[in-house]
């Protein structure tokens, strides 16, 4: 095995870490909108703040903070009361707090 090695080879494998690591942040930072603004998603049902009947039937249900569909959340869903900017409750969930961009199984399309 060749222990020589070069400095162009020391150099360029230095500079691959720092531009691997930015091109990450970068990616991180952008929403899927691409206008690189990053949506800030208020988390409205904490665990710890829960019974374990709550909790069960949230695990139950799937209940996510955020939905994978941006076209089913919360906010569209039939069983959701709302406040404007902040979380909302659940008619499901025994009116406790959901988040608005959240989804769960029984996500049903409001009228
Ligand atoms: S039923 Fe599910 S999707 Fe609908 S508001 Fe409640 S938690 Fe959200």
Redesign the pocket.
Known sequence: MDKNISRRTVLLRGLQVPVAGSLLLGLAACDSSGNGSQEITAVCADPEDMTSAQESVRKT?R?TELSSDPAKT?SG?A??SGAAGGCGS?G??DGNA?NPA???D??SAAS
């Open positions: 249900l209940y919360c869903c069983f959701f659940c499901i969930f959901v959240g989804f769960c029984s996500w």
